[in-house]
């Protein structure tokens, strides 16, 4: 006779589920900068029954970013003592996951305008190898406007995601996503490092991933806007938009084979 499911409770399920991702070491990076009042809402969040890891990198901050990591238990707090860049920051999170043997890296904003409770579903994706790479989207369904997205940030998103979806052959609902999961495969066939230390970092990454064929899958995510949450001003925004464009430009020459930049070598 079967075990009547009335038996199964919750925390019965996250084991078995944890037991099936057993073979996969999974960490969670947070890419901080002035995050002293976020981080805890973000860290408390984070499914430690499935997480083997968490990272902290904090990019100098000027508030007490690395105190209130310390302090709230995260066990691998590294801060740089001068800023190196959103980009720079990353680089440090990869290249600090893979030192310590992780198979599945998160990376997440620890701004909390992404959910933690996402991650069962984004490492089992990439834990049964259905997507390499997965990407928490703020535009399938209604997540970016209803959270209070800036609505010229929105157009603009729109505008550049279509762009690149021509440019790169792709059927990404966005690119810009601060909430993003590879396999470690993924860094075993990039050089992260060839590209730049600045927000266009996100961008040419996904761009050499869509270069080796990998494929992308995404996941619907809520996103929260508020005045502690980071966000680039209008001006940096230019530079990111510009530092896309040239990113897709770059992908399609290299694909056609009439210049490779050093990003797809």
């Known amino acids: 006779m079967k075990p009547s499911l009335k ?6 399920i996250l084991i078995i589920f944890t037991l099936v991702l057993n073979g ?37 901050s000027k508030d007490n970013t690395s ?3 310390q302090e709230l238990g995260i066990e691998h707090v590294i801060r740089h003592e001068s800023n190196k860049g ?18 599945i890296i998160i990376m997440l904003h620890p701004d909390y305008q992404y959910t933690p409770k996402l991650i069962h579903a984004i490492s089992g994706i990439i834990a049964y190898d259905v997507y390499p790479v997965v990407l928490g989207s703020r535009i399938l369904g209604k997540g970016a406007l209803k959270g209070g997205m800036p609505i010229y940030k929105y ?8 762009f690149q979806n021509i440019l790169m052959g792709q059927k990404l609902s966005e690119y810009h996503t601060g909430y993003r999961a590879f396999s470690k495969e993924i860094f075993e066939n990039i050089n992260i490092h060839s590209n730049s230390d600045d927000f266009v970092f996100d961008n040419q990454m996904l761009a ?27 001006s940096r925004s230019t530079t990111y938009g510009l530092g896309v464009l040239k990113t897709s430009l770059l992908f399609r ?7 490779t ?5």
């Open 67 to 69: 105190a209130v990591a």
């Open 7 to 12: 038996f199964v409770s919750i925390s019965h």
């Open 155 to 162: 157009i603009a998103n729109r505008i550049l995601t279509l």
């Open 253 to 259: 020459l290299a694909k056609w084979k009439v210049f």
């Open 86 to 103: 959103y980009g720079g920051n990353q680089k440090s999170c990869y290249e600090k996951a893979l030192s310590l043997g992780a198979d």
């Open 24 to 60: 996969k070491q999974i960490a969670v990076v947070l890419p901080a900068y002035n995050a002293a009042q976020t981080v805890g809402k973000t860290y408390r969040e984070i499914p430690m029954d499935l997480v083997d890891t968490v990272i902290l990198v904090d990019d100098a």
């Open 208 to 234: 050499q991933i869509c270069f080796k064929g990998y494929e992308i899958g995404e996941l619907t995510c809520p996103t929260k806007y508020f005045e502690e949450a980071s966000s680039i001003n209008f």
């Open 261 to 265: 930049h050093k990003i797809f070598k």
